[in-house]
């Protein structure tokens, strides 16, 4: 403390005679800063309407406004919503930034907005790049006009921050066998979350749905993940089990169209949803308890269905809880069809269908097994004496490149299915496997641990040609890197053009093309080569794995006849799934050009409801 | 020329008070850092004051106002600006401190009508104010009228004019520096902004004006300013023949009162009594002591 | 050191620490003015707040006492700062509880804004008026029954825009 | 900006002098107040425009509606308007006014402010920055040269239709009307 | 002479914020006063129980409009605590720096409002430049001027932007060059130590028995800071003192703000040498999933006004179940204020209030 005074003061005065401090605002201006929080901007392009931002706000200042200009795409997480922020709600907090997935929520430096008319404060924020009219550039800013429809171009403020985002652009990792161990036995690849690591995992859902409209069957993903995270991976599996009774083997092999909708996958990697689902379905240990489901009340109704696969057993599932006696036959030895056959066990171990079937069954569903219609049961016979039939035989039929000397192949659901049995393959050190698919893929990797099994220690390879570049391969890229990892050799874009024998007209190589394109111009189907070009891949044993079709052998001709097809020869079913024929429903691989299990499941659904409504008409 | 000088006086009287109220704003403005309004904003304040309806709280209300701006008015005929003196042959200083009586009291009469207790105690505040410096105020000028011989203001600005400033002349010092410690308080800027305080009692006796009321309460307060500039260059700076001299005087007084109340802050009115009955009046009752000793 | 005075001083007592620095007393409904004066001879002179939670579930009001020492110089043997929360809980139907003033006379405005926004009855006290509110409410605010957001919608939702208001 | 217009001065003083002397009524109502004492003070300088604080409403010709407006404040509100003479301008501050902003769920803050006074200017923002405030003032002035300023005169007009609301929600106001009802004469 | 009943406020230049007196005067005398709270009575902690734990983040800052960072901080701790979550050293270098620009920030509005109370325009106009300058700081930083919605559980919002170290330095270099002028037009004022000493006086034993904290209880001597008792943040990383007077009036009080100023800038300095480097923000859960654990914690922090507590519950929702703020005001605008004013004269009213530093938001919530 000083000394008191009264003359002290007086120095004061020396501030009259120096320029004032004061910012002569309108006339000077002072630039906000960098980081300011003001007016919102959203680059519609970037947009995904996933609603997050709504659901964030603490004042509910956001609504999500359908705008139908836009085009929806679920399949890639697409909504035509875009936010509309109310400014007599909006506190600035920014949090609808921090949140936003897709980074286009921004906040500009722009806070000038008068009016006397509160409707005004309503706006749908735009990108400053795609609305000449509000934005204006520089010169022709003023400030004492601006408002939210005169703002200045180029003036983002606040923007999104990927170490400060809210939610966790990383996801957990599932644990994994090693390339180098898992390629030398059928051990099962991913070894599954713990409760742990899956409560962690689920923790990152922001429940913005968007996954549940691209899933083909509309799982309540968002639901079952929720109940994941909160510890009842018993309710998650309810959850599940109302659009989804194969939970074991779509926990492992699904497609996850749901993954490529998920909001998180845009600027991180997507929820690992289909490794959630594995969890809830292996964490449970028996189904019967925990579901304490029952059968329907019966309702004096029989319905057959052909073919044990994901469509099938489905389908199964949803008529038997509606209380109809369902007869599922099948060629195989168990239930599963396809996916008994295809996925090698590295991916889906037989336990698992087993574990899906089983439960099935328990409810009621009687399944005959090693029936195969038209050679042991006529379908006719079917068509007479339930009182509906849905056909759910998938495509089984391998086909072939029909080349010069391919009969000597090997075709790939065949080689596939013989590694299902005791008596496995016996493998050569040199394999070839033809086909860029995800099929081509099982076989070369069932190729490479047969290989390790049955020569270890010698130097073995196995080639995989396929028409397709890299960018373009059918199957999916978590598939291709595995099996890089494994060490499988990958000629893409050579196309076969020759089966080379040698004196003893035995498989010495494959002789190949550089392809030039794949599809026309119209994108079709019709690969052309350079001339020339060629490459001999040497082999001792090949597997053709392009594709496969249905056998719809065991369908009368009469009635065949009256079936009529779509494109690609698929059936042609209508909204209920009923074909042409009457009382003969069918789904799965056979009707979608999408396929697989969960469209399988999606359409078994339909047909549930068909079927339900066609025999109580 | 008489009748113009009547009409003129105080017209001149309100235009420089309220050019004061307006360079006061200015000031007060640069010393804190900014620019401050233009020089005429209160001008434009008293035309949308004027323009402004409000409510009236009765007779006595709007006499009082009237009478306190009249009164006012009235003193500026018998304060010679320079040569220009309308009036100031027929009274002299009594008239004048009679007359500066009305000013408080008609504010009194008006605001006590309004009933509002700010409004109360900001009249008690204002009487009380006015005793404090009442007292050594009439003891310096009963010092000068000792001194000069006289009661006509024109006389002693004309004496002084042989004798130089009052303010400086041997006996009269003392008066002189008492006259200068009051002065604040006569101009009501802080420390002895008591009576409006607005942070205290809402700016006090003021507090129900509004609209053409507080117009006229403006004027009169810008009228009250010159009043007390006036009165202290005349008695004691030694007046001016010439207006713009004068004008020139008013305005390093107007600075001087500016200044203290730019860098102190508000006194309570307790404290500012005490302050004036003690040091101010201490000081006049001395230099009355030292004219009556040296005068006679 | 507290804990264990605390422990036979009185019968109905339970004791946590699980937090840093926190000490939990729960204590039936009678003993909370013996606590506090226990408390404040032991140099816990420092009223923090009085605070009030609604379990409406198990029907109960919780009153929570929260108490520190100004210095902790000043309480012999504790090195470490405490703050004591001290709750009691009585009846949600009509509740009533003595007042705590003549203890700690900062208790005085707390008192009366839990009687305002909960509905607890402070015997003793010598002004329960109105603190914050403006209206009455038909449930004290702060319950959990009060809906808010219900209450909103039915009182300011039906207050209609001003009839012939020009826009323009 | 035309201050300095001397030809605008002699055709309409009362309406420039209405631009140029707008006084605030200093009623911390929310907590918009928090930006009024910098726009006031050395860094922006109202005063520059004529704006000052001034102790009482009658003094008053601008009411700034600083924010939130809780419901015993609005009857001193209602109280502070009604006593300002006309003719009088309300800016209202911030989101709160405008709709409930952050306490849009509040139980004891009104959500529409215009339902309950007119409104001239509502400035968007939480809070809006001095510069915002200056803007609504020049938008204050636009509105002043049109004519269009004209709350106070629909307070007048739809008077019967205010009050009600207003007593809606505060009950019984302890004040007579300002002005007859009507049908009520 | 008559007895008056004088209402002070809402509508009032002597009242900073929206709060009102009720006087009971003689003259100018004082007889009795009672505070009348609630002009801004939002409800605050109601609504945080309707309102996810991250949701209310940007909604507690609005409870105290002059300081909003420490009640950012104190609803962060209260998080922490209850979560358990950890914040890194950097992060709480960061929330120091941050909170001591604020308290700066909050004093020279203080000191406006003190200084406006005593009709002081000058230097309440020097101040409240100085604070904006403050407040452009925190622009820079955070993208609001006022409310800064930057502290928040696991750490701070953003980093320090590029060079900001040295604008903070050069800011606060340009304020600390003003203190001598502050000091001879202000503090070392004769008429401001007539008005300020002996008014509204508060014993010690008063102050302790009433909740009195902050530069109430240690105007009286004690040196009652959270940051020393109870060490949050970076507070304990350095040295520094608590300024403390022995009078236990206004104008000690107002001598304490001046020397709590000085001592955070001075600080601010300490902090900054000594900042490290590195993250300065741990991953909180995801908004719409978090959930935390069952329990109750009660955290205090200081604030620019005294000893700011949260007193939290969760019953292990999305929510908070029960959030009760213990502001410093409360207990200063309501019972200290209320025996301070009375016997004071009437003039003193809003300069009693300031010194107390009573600010209405925080009071009502």
Redo the contacts between chains.
């Keep these: 403390m000083g000394k008191l005074s009264l003359l002290g003061p007086f120095s004061a005065i020396k501030f009259l005679f120096r320029k004032p401090k004061t910012l002569r605002f309108p006339f000077e201006q002072k630039e906000t800063a960098a980081r300011y929080r003001g007016f919102h901007l959203n680059d519609w392009d970037k947009c995904t309407g996933c609603g997050n931002c709504a659901d964030i706000c603490p004042n509910e200042a956001i609504i999500m406004e359908v705008h139908p200009e836009i085009k929806a795409v679920p399949e890639n997480g697409e909504k035509n919503e875009r936010p509309k922020l109310d400014y007599g709600r909006c506190c600035f907090c920014g949090l609808c930034v921090d949140i936003c997935p897709p980074g286009s929520l921004s906040l500009s430096r722009d806070y000038l907005h008068i009016h006397f008319d509160p409707d005004t404060f309503v706006f749908t924020p735009r990108d400053d790049n795609a609305d000449d009219k509000a934005f204006v550039p520089d010169e022709q800013y003023s400030i004492l006009k601006a408002s939210l429809s005169h703002r200045k171009r180029d003036y983002e403020g606040f923007s999104s921050d990927m170490d400060f985002a809210l939610f966790n652009p990383d996801r957990v990792e599932m644990p994994e066998i090693p390339p180098d161990e898992r390629k030398m036995s059928f051990i099962e690849q991913v070894t599954g979350y713990n409760q742990e690591e899956a409560v962690k995992e689920a923790q990152r859902c922001l429940e913005c749905r968007l996954c549940e409209e691209a899933c083909p069957a509309h799982l309540k993903i968002s639901d079952y993940i929720k109940a994941i995270y909160d510890g009842e991976p018993a309710e998650s599996l309810r959850i599940i089990y109302e659009d989804n009774p194969i939970p074991s083997i779509c926990g492992r092999i699904c497609m996850k169209h749901c993954e490529d909708a998920c909001s998180l996958r845009l600027r991180g990697e997507a929820l690992s949803i289909r490794w959630l689902k594995r969890y809830a379905a292996d964490t449970i240990k028996d189904f019967k308890e925990t579901l304490e489901q029952n059968p329907g009340s019966y309702t004096g109704k029989k319905v057959a269905v052909v073919g044990a696969g994901p469509g099938g057993l489905s389908l199964a599932y949803f008529l038997k809880l509606m209380g109809h006696d369902v007869v599922v036959f099948d060629e195989l030895s168990g239930g599963g069809g396809i996916v008994r056959v295809g996925p090698p066990r590295y991916r889906l171990p037989e336990e698992s269908i087993d574990k899906d079937v089983d439960y099935i069954a328990s409810l009621g569903v009687d399944f005959r097994f090693n029936t195969r219609i038209g050679r042991d049961v006529e379908f006719e016979k079917l068509m007479s004496e339930y009182d509906a039939v849905y056909i759910g035989i998938g495509n089984t039929v391998s086909r072939s490149t029909r080349v010069e000397n391919s009969e000597k192949c090997l075709l790939a659901l065949d080689y596939l299915e013989q590694n299902k049995t005791d008596r496995k393959n016996i493998v050569t050190e040199k394999i070839i496997v033809i086909g860029g698919g995800n099929v081509a893929m099982d076989v070369a990797r069932e190729s490479l641990r047969l290989q390790n099994i049955q020569h270890t220690g010698k130097n073995t390879v196995v080639s995989m040609v396929s028409l397709e570049d890299w960018d373009e391969l059918p199957a999916t890229q978590e598939e291709i890197d595995e099996a890089r990892d494994e060490g499988i050799v990958f000629n893409p874009a050579w196309g076969p053009k020759k089966v080379i024998l040698d004196d003893f007209g035995k498989v010495k190589g494959l002789l190949c093309m550089k392809v030039k394109s794949v599809f026309d111009e119209e994108g079709k189907f019709s690969p052309t080569f350079y001339e020339g070009r060629e490459m001999v891949i040497e082999g001792t044993m090949i597997v053709e794995a392009i594709g496969q079709g249905p056998d719809y052998s065991f369908i009368p001709k009469s009635l065949m006849e009256k079936i009529e097809f779509t494109v690609r020869r698929k059936l042609k079913v209508d909204e209920n799934g009923m074909t042409t024929l009457p009382g003969v429903f069918a789904g799965g691989d056979i009707v979608n050009i999408n396929m697989d299990a969960v469209t399988a499941i999606a359409d078994a659904k339909i047909a549930s409801e068909g079927i339900n409504s066609w025999m109580s008409r | 020329m008489h009748i113009i000088e009547l009409i003129f006086s105080p017209l001149l009287a309100l235009l420089i008070g309220v050019f004061f109220l307006g360079l006061a704003r200015k000031v007060m403005a640069r010393i804190q850092w900014r620019y401050g309004p233009p020089v005429t904003q209160p001008l434009i304040d008293i035309i949308r004051l004027l323009s402004q309806k409000s409510a009236s709280h009765g007779v006595a209300f709007n006499i009082g106002l009237v009478m306190s701006l009249a009164g006012s008015l009235v003193i500026t005929l018998f304060l010679p600006f320079g040569k220009i003196a309308p009036m100031s042959n027929s009274g002299g200083m009594l008239v004048i401190l009679y007359l500066m009586l009305i000013g408080p009291l008609g504010m009194a009469i008006s605001s006590g009508e309004s009933a509002n207790p700010n409004a109360s105690i900001g009249i008690s505040r204002k009487l009380l104010l006015a005793m404090g410096y009442e007292l050594p105020f009439l003891l310096v000028v009963l010092a000068l009228m000792t001194a000069y011989n006289t009661t006509s203001i024109t006389e002693i600005v004309s004496l002084q004019r042989d004798t130089g400033w009052s303010m400086f002349t041997f006996p009269l010092v003392l008066s002189g520096i008492a006259y200068l410690l009051i002065l604040p308080a006569m101009l009501g800027v802080r420390p002895f902004e008591v009576v409006n305080a607005p942070q205290e009692i809402s700016s006090g006796p003021l507090v129900e004006y509004g609209g053409p009321y507080l117009a006229l309460a403006t004027l009169q307060h810008a009228l009250a300013f010159f009043i007390g500039i006036s009165l202290f260059v005349n008695l004691m700076w030694g007046g001016a023949a010439n207006p713009v001299i004068f004008f020139l005087k008013m305005l390093v007084v107007f600075f001087l009162g500016i200044f203290v109340n730019a860098v102190f802050p508000r006194l309570r009115i307790d404290q500012a009594i005490r302050y004036l009955w003690r040091w101010p009046s201490l000081i006049a009752f001395a230099g009355l002591i030292l004219v009556c000793v040296t005068g006679s | 050191m507290l804990k264990q005075e605390l422990e036979t001083t009185f019968d109905n007592i339970t004791i946590r620490m699980e937090k840093k620095n926190q000490l939990e007393l729960s204590i039936t409904k009678d003993g909370i003015m013996s606590v506090l004066s226990f408390l404040k001879n032991k140099g816990y002179d420092h009223l923090h707040v009085i605070s009030c939670v609604d379990w409406i579930d198990d029907k109960q009001l919780e009153l929570v006492y929260i108490l520190s020492a100004y210095m902790k110089q000043d309480v012999p043997g504790e090195t470490e700062q405490l703050n004591i929360l001290l709750k009691t809980r009585i009846g949600r139907d009509d509740p009533k509880y003595i007042t705590s003033i003549a203890l700690f006379p900062a208790a005085e405005p707390y008192e009366r804004e839990i009687h305002e926004m909960f509905g607890v009855d402070f015997l003793g006290h010598p002004r329960l008026t109105p603190l914050l509110l403006e209206r009455d409410y038909d449930i004290p605010p702060f319950r959990k029954d009060f809906d808010t957001k219900q209450y909103v919608d039915d009182v300011f939702g039906s207050v209609p825009s001003v009839e012939g208001e020009d826009k323009n | 900006m035309d201050r300095n217009q001397l030809k605008k001065w002699f055709q309409n003083p009362v309406k420039m002098a209405h631009k140029y002397s707008l006084h605030v009524v200093y009623f911390c109502t929310g907590c918009g107040i928090i930006e009024i004492p910098p726009s006031i003070t050395a860094r922006w300088d109202a005063e520059r425009f004529g704006i000052i604080p001034v102790a009482t409403p009658r003094q008053a010709s601008l009411f700034i509606i600083a924010g939130y407006v809780s419901l015993k404040t609005l009857r001193s509100i209602i109280r502070t308007y009604e006593q300002m003479p006309e003719p009088k301008f309300t800016v209202s501050l911030g989101s709160c006014p405008i709709n409930g902003g952050m306490y849009y769920d509040s139980y004891n803050t009104i959500k529409h402010l215009e339902k309950y006074i007119p409104v001239d200017g509502m400035i968007a923002g939480c809070m809006p920055r001095p510069e915002a405030i200056f803007v609504g003032v020049t938008h204050l002035w636009t509105l002043i040269d049109k004519d269009m300023a004209d709350g106070y005169k629909r307070y007048r007009s739809n008077y019967s239709a205010y009050r009600a609301n207003q007593e809606k929600i505060l009950g019984k106001l302890e004040w007579p009307p300002l002005f007859p009802i009507h049908g009520e004469e | 002479m008559r007895e008056?009943?004088?209402y002070y406020g809402?509508?009032?230049?002597?009242?900073?914020?929206?709060f009102s007196l009720t006087l009971q005067?003689e003259?100018?005398k004082i007889l009795k006063a009672s505070a009348n709270?609630?002009?801004?009575?939002?409800?605050f902690?109601?609504?945080m129980?309707?309102?996810s734990w991250?949701?209310?983040?940007?909604?507690v800052c609005?409870i105290n409009?002059?300081e909003p960072d420490s009640m950012e901080m104190i609803y962060s701790m209260g998080v922490e605590?209850l979560a358990g979550i950890e914040v890194p050293e950097r992060a709480h270098f960061i929330r120091s720096i941050f909170l001591e620009l604020a308290r700066v920030g909050s004093h020279l509005?203080g000191l406006?409002a003190y200084?406006?109370?005593?009709?002081?325009?000058?230097v309440?106009?020097?101040a409240?430049?100085h604070?904006?300058l403050v407040?452009?700081l925190f622009?820079?930083?955070?993208?609001?001027?006022?409310?800064h919605?930057y502290i928040w559980p696991g750490g701070v919002?953003?980093d320090f932007?590029e060079g900001f170290k040295d604008k903070i330095v050069k800011t606060l270099h340009t304020i600390g060059g003003c203190v001598p002028?502050y000091?001879?037009?202000?503090?070392?004022?004769?008429?401001?130590?007539?008005?300020a000493c002996n008014v509204g006086k508060v014993s010690r034993a008063e102050a302790?028995?009433?909740?009195g904290v902050g530069q109430v209880?240690r105007a009286t001597g004690?040196a009652?800071d959270i940051r020393k008792?109870?060490p949050y943040a970076a507070y304990d990383r350095v040295p520094w003192n608590v300024p403390t007077r022995k009078e236990g009036d206004a104008f000690s009080r107002i001598?304490i703000v001046r020397d709590e100023m000085i001592e955070s800038v001075h600080m601010i300095f300490k902090l900054l040498d000594e900042m490290p480097e590195g993250n300065v923000?741990n991953?909180?859960?995801?908004?719409?999933?978090w959930r935390i654990p069952e329990?109750?914690?009660?955290v205090?922090c200081e604030s620019s006004r005294g000893?700011l507590?949260l007193?939290m519950?969760s019953d292990g929702g999305k929510e908070p179940?029960?959030a009760?703020f213990?502001t410093p005001s409360?207990?200063h605008g309501?019972?200290v204020l209320e025996k301070a004013l009375e016997g004071a004269?009437?003039?003193?009213?809003?300069n009693i209030m300031m010194s107390l530093y009573v600010v209405?938001?925080e009071i009502?919530r």
């Design positions: 008056l009943e004088l809402p509508q009032h230049l002597g009242m900073v914020g929206n005067v003259g100018d709270p609630g002009y801004l009575h939002r409800g902690e109601k609504l129980e309707k309102r991250i949701k209310n983040f940007p909604m609005r409009v002059i605590k509005f406006w200084a406006n109370m005593l009709g002081f325009d000058t309440a106009q020097w409240m430049y604070r904006d407040l452009d622009e820079e930083l955070t993208g609001g001027r006022v409310y919605i919002r953003r932007p002028d000091d001879s037009t202000f503090f070392n004022n004769r008429l401001f130590y007539e008005r302790m028995e009433m909740g209880i004690m009652y008792v109870e001598w923000y991953r909180i859960p995801n908004p719409f999933k329990g109750e914690a009660y205090r000893e507590g007193y519950v179940y029960r009760h213990r409360y207990s309501l019972t004269n009437i003039s003193d009213v809003g209405a938001p009502d």
